[in-house]
């Protein structure tokens, strides 16, 4: 019974720390811009995600086809429902991913992702 226990713990814990998507205890993901997986036309002017429930960034990583995307007009850290940047140069035609980390009202680290494309 014991041992039965402690397996079940780590095994949860397990799932816990392996979740990428939002629990649905925490602030969720609304939305993204450019919509998940969706083809844009020309170099997005603002890459960004919404929630509904102030998220804390902590990590907003963008990479294409030429690596990472540098970005500009990053927020600071506050805690904001609609977190946006901008990429510093035009987006090549590609696809991109966006990875991001934040913590949730609740203290929890949340982290999830994204990709869109664009073509010319
Ligand atoms: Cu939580």
Not at 12 to 35: D, K, N, Q, R
Not at 70 to 95: C, F, S
């Amino acid at each position: 019974m014991k041992a039965y226990l402690k397996l079940g713990l780590a095994g949860l814990v397990a799932v816990m720390m392996g979740l990428s998507a939002p629990l649905m205890a925490h602030e969720g993901e609304l939305g993204t811009l450019p919509e998940e997986g969706t083809t844009v036309q020309g170099s997005p002017e603002e890459i960004g995600i919404y929630f509904d429930g102030a998220m804390r960034i902590t990590q907003f990583d963008v990479t294409g086809p030429q690596g990472r995307v540098r970005l500009v007009d990053v927020p600071g850290n506050e805690p904001t429902e609609d977190y946006r940047v901008a990429p510093a140069d035009e987006l090549a035609p590609g696809t991109y991913q966006v990875r991001w980390r934040g913590l949730a009202r609740d203290g929890h680290m949340m982290s999830g992702g994204f990709s869109f494309s664009v073509e010319d």
